[in-house]
């Protein structure tokens, strides 16, 4: 059934009602609290950024952004991504302030969705960038935090990929040489689409050899075992680069006793192309897609005039509570209803005031207001009645 024009909503928006919201906040607080705790400084940037600086900085596909024009015939682009204001910030009015910084957000995102299928268009993301930090510590700090968020959150099943960016662009450099076929290969592997990619590869015009080096990438997804193959299919000090970051990360993250939350995946391929080295992504409860993801972009702050490395993730808020909400149900109970009629509004309202000062929610309510008691009541952990009318009152004080 189609709805009438006037409740429809723009490709992609949606409405979020009181318990989603509430549990959003509640996740929200909960990290924030952990990331705070790391010493991340929270950082609000404005929903509107110009296009030719932020819009372009933050290497989405034109196609996604929501374009706008101000008065003065500007192109501003509703932000897509908080990575890139972040860097425009630290190089503009943090310039003062020594690296490394570290800064935290929690903000709506607004990425354009081409069809229907229930993606979002506007969405909440959390995430940290850590800028001025070129060791491999900074890598495996915001993947330890990542990790450390995603259990302050409730999550308890989750599991982290880690790539490498300049692996996957040296092997195609070695073995295609051609940028627009590597792009292709690369956007296959980004949709995941394995069968895609093979055919494609088929198709290409490649020794058998090299063609079975390209489809043996799919073999480079596992245990920290998977970096001796990809030794063997990449052959250029690139490529050997990229594995021996991974190797160096992977001790560090053992070291600090989180890998056993890991796994290697050379076919990380982000859809954002402003990364530079290490990437990952994060997987939780039974959803088929990542719900965080992140990694190195050391070329970005230079665009804005302050050349720095730089690593950082983005936890999407309405993935991470679908996956938390799967595996532990409903947590929160509904609130107290207290119910009253005029007579007895004093004695009500002090009920509620005492049960609210003990952390409880509490509605308060004049039964003369709802239309039909039987199903209102319905929604409410529990019902405090305050119905004596004055004059069965006045009986009983006889
Ligand atoms: N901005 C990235 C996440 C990220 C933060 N820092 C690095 N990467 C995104 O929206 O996917």
């Known amino acids: 059934m189609s709805l009438p024009l006037m409740f429809e909503k723009p490709l992609g928006m949606i409405d979020t009602l009181p318990?989603?919201?509430?549990?959003?906040?509640?996740?929200?607080r909960d990290i924030e609290c952990e990331v705070k705790s790391w010493g991340?400084?929270?950082?609000?940037?404005?929903?509107?950024?110009?296009?030719?600086t932020v819009g372009e900085a933050s290497a989405i596909l034109d196609q996604?952004?929501?374009?706008?024009?101000?008065?003065?015939?500007?192109?501003?682009?509703l932000r897509p991504d908080m990575t890139a204001p972040i860097a425009r910030v630290v190089s503009s009015s943090m310039q003062d302030e020594p690296l490394p910084i570290r800064l935290s957000y929690c903000s709506s995102l607004f990425r354009a969705q081409q069809r229907e299928g229930g993606r979002r268009s506007e969405f909440e993301q959390f995430g940290v960038e850590l800028v001025g930090d070129?060791?491999?510590?900074?890598?495996?700090?915001?993947?330890?935090l990542l990790q450390s968020s995603l259990r302050a959150s409730g999550l308890s099943n989750f599991r982290l990929a880690v790539g490498h960016i300049g692996f996957m662009n040296a092997l195609f450099a070695e073995i295609v040489a051609d940028e627009a076929i590597a792009n292709e290969l690369k956007r296959y592997l980004y949709e995941k689409n394995y069968v895609g990619y093979r055919q494609y590869v088929e198709r290409l015009d490649l020794t058998t050899s090299d063609k079975t080096r390209l489809n043996r990438v799919h073999q480079l997804r596992g245990s920290i075992e998977v970096l001796n193959r990809a030794?063997?299919?990449?052959?250029?000090?690139?490529?050997?680069?990229?594995?021996a970051e991974i190797e160096a990360l992977w001790k560090v993250l053992e070291t600090i006793g989180v890998s056993e939350y890991m796994q290697v995946d050379l076919n990380l391929v982000m859809h954002i192309d402003y990364y530079t080295g290490v990437v990952f992504e994060g997987y939780g409860g039974s959803l088929g897609f990542p719900l965080a993801s992140g990694g190195r972009y050391d070329e970005l702050l230079g665009k804005f005039g302050r050349p720095a490395s730089a690593t950082g993730f983005g936890i999407r808020l309405d993935r991470l509570i679908e996956a938390v909400n799967h595996l532990e149900g409903e947590r929160k109970a509904n609130p107290v209803l207290v119910l009253f009629c005029k007579e007895q509004q004093q004695e009500a309202m002090r009920e509620a005031h005492r049960r609210r000062k003990q952390g409880e929610a509490v509605v308060l309510q004049n039964i003369a207001g709802i239309p039909d008691v039987d199903a209102y009541i319905k929604r409410y952990s529990e019902v405090v009645s305050f119905l004596d009318t004055g004059s069965r009152r006045e009986k009983e004080d006889e």
Do not use: C, W
Request: hydrophobic share 35%; charged share 30%; glycine share 4%.
């Open 134 to 144: 070129s060791t491999i510590n900074g890598d495996a700090e915001v993947i330890a």
């Open 19 to 28: 318990a989603l919201y509430e549990r959003t906040g509640e996740v929200r």
């Open 231 to 243: 030794k063997e299919i990449a052959h250029t000090r690139e490529a050997h680069e990229a594995i």
């Open 64 to 77: 996604q952004l929501f374009k706008l024009m101000d008065r003065e015939g500007q192109t501003l682009v």
């Open 40 to 52: 991340y400084r929270p950082i609000q940037t404005p929903s509107l950024e110009y296009y030719d």
